[in-house]
């Protein structure tokens, strides 16, 4: 049993999202920010996403990040900016408003002409909202 839970499986992306009840259609690699940023494993490749979760543990994320996602697609953000705010908002449990409050005084988003977006690379903030969430702990 415990063997199991570091046991790499792949699941086809198509059988994760058909499975998940959708309200919004999501970026697959946010799936897999999410989960290492977590501290567990996944890896995209291609069309597969080898991990150490379980099928319906990934199908939940997926609903979860889906219904988050939904409420940011009403929020003036870049796409790169929407990808690192639910990342951030799901791993810290916090709602969108209060995330993106963070994100600014951590100097991660900024507000121009009502647009938010993101003042470094999205890889990088990915590095540093990996900082808050050990620090949160």
Excluded at 96 to 112: A, G, R
Aim: glycine share 4%; charged share 25%.
């Amino acid at each position: 049993r415990l063997r199991n839970a570091f046991q790499r499986k792949r699941f086809k992306v198509q059988t994760i999202l058909s499975l998940a009840k959708l309200k919004a259609a999501i970026p697959v690699p946010i799936l897999v920010d999410i989960i290492n940023i977590s501290g567990r494993y996944a890896r995209l490749m291609g069309e597969v996403i080898e991990t150490n979760l379980e099928l319906n543990e990934l199908v939940r994320l997926a609903e979860q990040v889906s219904s988050i996602y939904h409420s940011a697609l009403h929020i003036p953000l870049t796409s790169s900016a929407r990808r690192l705010l639910v990342v951030a908002s799901h791993v810290l449990g916090k709602n969108l408003k209060e995330t993106i409050e963070l994100l600014v005084s951590e100097n991660l988003l900024k507000e121009d002409t009502g647009i938010f977006s993101l003042t470094i690379e999205y890889e990088r903030g990915l590095e540093k909202l990996e900082e808050i969430v050990s620090h949160n702990k």
